[in-house]
Each structure stands twice: as structure tokens, then as C-alpha cells.
């Protein structure tokens, strides 16, 4: 598989963790006022099925892909909290 593939399917796989943190982020839920739901161990799983990609592509050794997903990852987290303030101030 080439790197750029590997990349984006291991991209695609931390995306649902990432955007499920983003939706049950605690500290956003109690500025709002709701109630937090979601329990710290269960975020712990969400958090290690995130990371579970990029450690593949380490293992793997392909470093071009790792160095893609880390910089995909961390693009895809800023993304969702910044969409979910800018959620939140609108209501």
C-alpha cells in the first residue's frame, strides 16, 4: 500500500474517536450547561482507539505516514473544537 494510502485510511480510522471526544468533551458540555454523560474511562478507550492508526504506521515503518497522520490527527482536533465553540457561541 503506498504511504499516502496508508495515511489517509489510518486518518479515516481516527476520525470517529476524535470527532466522539470533540461531542463529549466535558469542559465544553459544562460551559454549556449540560450535563456530562460520558465517563473517563470511556473517553480513555476513545483516546486509545484514536492513536491505535498512528501506531500501525509506526510499526509498520513507514515514518512518512506516521508524520501525515500525527499532522492529519492534530488538524482534525483543532477543527472539531473549533467548530464546536463556534457552535456554542451561537446558541
Do not use: H, N
Request: aromatic share 6%; with cysteine.
Amino acid at each position: 500500500m503506498s504511504m499516502i494510502l496508508l495515511a489517509l485510511a489510518a486518518l479515516a480510522l481516527s476520525a470517529v474517536p476524535i470527532v466522539l471526544l470533540g461531542i463529549g468533551d466535558p469542559k465544553r458540555r459544562r460551559a454549556a450547561g449540560a450535563k456530562d454523560v460520558s465517563a473517563s474511562g470511556q473517553r480513555w478507550l476513545l483516546v486509545i482507539a484514536a492513536c491505535l492508526p498512528g501506531l500501525a504506521c509506526a510499526l509498520l515503518g513507514d515514518s512518512a505516514a506516521f508524520i501525515m497522520w500525527l499532522g492529519g490527527s492534530a488538524l482534525l482536533g483543532w477543527s472539531v473544537a473549533a467548530y464546536f465553540s463556534t457552535k456554542l457561541k451561537a446558541e
